[in-house]
């Protein structure tokens, strides 16, 4: 999956504020804090299905008026810093950890598409895929800003052909259904930004379990001009279906 595209506000501006946050504040630490103890490994804290109660609640307000006060009030730039936290922690492999920041981000700002975006990529290394699918998706109600639109683009299609994927082959129809749903976002995402190396791979390799070699090899082709090539086993697999055209 891509990295989801923090941008505008310096990367290590926002971690260094989010880390001295962590050493101002206990607030934040995990075993700490109730709205990290109870539910914080489910996207939302399971909300709505799971009420949170008035401590709960007071433990949530105490932490964004904290949060936020580290950035002058600005909740949607603390709501980054966290992101940035939690994609540290998820390219770890610290999924447990990630989601904690994601949760914590949603509340910083529920109107962000970042938390969402991060809720379905930790569902996807879960392999929760249609839980996954819904959280793309609703990030891509939400996100505004141009440069993060193919990120969740094409996130959103690499859900759609797991989902593809895990259908029996009998089931042609449905296959097909979710395939084309994934080249549906693929094809979004490239449009929105031709340069964005992503959405080049992850589209060959989509169109591979498709069956699609002739376009699989389209999108090598693609990939290879903004130095996005696929790896060697990939084209190794896709060179034993169908040769390279010339």
């Given amino acids: 999956m891509s990295l989801i595209r923090t941008v505008k506000i310096s990367y290590s501006i926002i971690f260094i504020a989010f880390i001295s946050f962590l050493n101002f504040s206990c607030a934040?630490?995990?075993?700490?804090i109730p709205h990290n103890q109870r539910y914080g490994h489910i996207p939302m804290y399971g909300q709505p299905e799971i009420q949170r109660s008035p401590e709960m609640q007071k433990a949530d307000q105490e932490f964004i008026e904290r949060a936020s006060a580290g950035f002058g009030g600005d909740?949607?730039?603390?709501?980054?810093?966290?992101?940035?936290a939690g994609e540290d922690y998820r390219m770890k492999g610290n999924l447990h950890y990630a989601m904690l920041r994601y949760n914590?981000?949603?509340?910083?700002?529920?109107?962000?598409?970042?938390?969402?975006?991060?809720?379905?990529?930790?569902?996807?290394?879960?392999?929760?895929?249609?839980?996954?699918?819904?959280?793309?998706?609703?990030?891509?109600?939400?996100?505004?800003d141009p440069y993060q639109k193919p990120a969740v683009f094409t996130d959103?299609?690499?859900?759609?052909?797991?989902?593809?994927?895990?259908?029996?082959?009998?089931?042609?129809?449905?296959?097909?259904?979710?395939?084309?749903?994934?080249?549906?976002?693929f094809k979004e995402a490239s449009k929105m930004d031709e340069s964005y190396t992503e959405v080049w791979r992850r589209w060959a390799n989509s169109l591979y379990e498709e069956g699609n070699y002739a376009e699989a090899w389209e999108k090598v082709k693609i990939a290879r001009t903004v130095n996005a090539s696929p790896t060697e086993m990939f084209?190794?697999?896709l060179n034993s279906k169908m040769p390279e055209p010339k």
């Fill in 104 to 144: 914590q981000a949603w509340l910083l700002d529920p109107d962000s598409h970042y938390p969402y975006h991060g809720f379905g990529q930790i569902m996807l290394m879960q392999r929760r895929v249609d839980d996954s699918i819904k959280y793309f998706e609703k990030a891509k109600q939400l996100v505004r």
């Fill in 235 to 237: 084209l190794y697999l």
């Fill in 28 to 32: 934040t630490n995990p075993t700490s």
């Fill in 156 to 185: 959103t299609g690499i859900a759609y052909s797991y989902k593809a994927k895990s259908i029996p082959r009998g089931n042609k129809n449905e296959r097909t259904r979710y395939y084309s749903l994934a080249n549906q976002n």
């Fill in 75 to 84: 909740r949607e730039t603390a709501c980054i810093a966290w992101i940035a």
